[in-house]
């Protein structure tokens, strides 16, 4: 089974349209996160939310925004998608505890792409 | 900002031989951990350091952890095909932080 579930797995779409990306995680996690990865690799945290609470948000614009039916689950929709958007958005999981203080499970990542 | 720096960006060896990553970091750490990311696929967790350790080890994985020259290393012996990816390190500061990422090492291991 897998642990991090994304779907889709791919995604193209034009501006100014809105999708969301959903993430299931069946590791009995408190805490999830969304991660976006640019066309050079670089990782960088958007979300992270520990039992159904959102506990850090990086600057992201507010067309950004994630939600979390239960603590398996934790969607990210997006409004009005700009070029700017187009990446690979990897959800992911960790025990409970402190941001960062344990091992993260990464799900297999969201391409999107933007036209 | 971001707070990990690996080198070099980019390494190619041949099947058999270590590969050896560095990672620089900025400020003081709580812990600091490696993943590593297959082509198009999500990362994987190799192995977490906490900034009370010097050294650790995973199988054919060795990282070591120095706060003061705050650097960390990740060495891969006896390196396989199979090890190609990139491989990044993740800090996280004392507090409710979360991970940052450095841009990672491309390796390359030819058969």
């Known amino acids: 089974d897998t642990a991090v579930s994304q779907t889709p797995k791919y995604l193209v779409t034009q501006m100014g349209n809105d999708k969301s990306i959903k993430c299931e995680q069946n590791?009995?996690?408190?805490?999830m996160y969304w991660y976006k990865q640019d066309s050079k690799k670089f990782l960088k945290i958007m979300f992270s939310?520990?039992?159904?609470?959102?506990?850090i948000n990086e600057t992201v614009p507010n067309r950004f925004s994630p939600k979390s039916p239960d603590k398996a689950h934790l969607n990210l929709h997006i409004n009005s998608l700009e070029l700017g958007d187009s990446a690979v958005y990897f959800c992911?999981?960790?025990?409970?505890?402190?941001?960062?203080?344990?091992?993260?499970?990464f799900g297999p990542g969201t391409r999107l792409t933007v036209t | 900002s971001q707070q990990g720096e690996e080198d070099p960006q980019a390494l190619s060896i041949q099947e058999g031989e270590n590969a050896t990553m560095n990672c620089s970091y900025k400020t003081s750490i709580n812990n600091l951990q490696w993943y590593r990311q297959n082509s198009g696929r999500g990362l994987v967790h190799l192995i977490l350091?906490?900034?009370?350790?010097r050294e650790k080890h995973s199988g054919r994985l060795r990282v070591t952890l120095d706060t003061s020259k705050k650097s960390s290393s990740l060495l891969i012996t006896a390196s396989r095909a199979a090890d190609t990816a990139s491989y990044f390190c993740?800090?996280?500061?004392?507090?409710?932080?979360?991970?940052?990422f450095g841009k990672g090492t491309r390796l390359s291991v030819i058969a």
């Open positions: 590791l009995g996690h408190d805490t």
């Open positions: 939310y520990n039992n159904k609470e959102l506990i």
């Open positions: 992911a999981s960790s025990p409970p505890g402190l941001a960062g203080s344990y091992e993260q499970y």
């Open positions: 993740a800090t996280t500061r004392p507090g409710n932080t979360p991970l940052v």
């Open positions: 350091i906490r900034s009370n350790e």
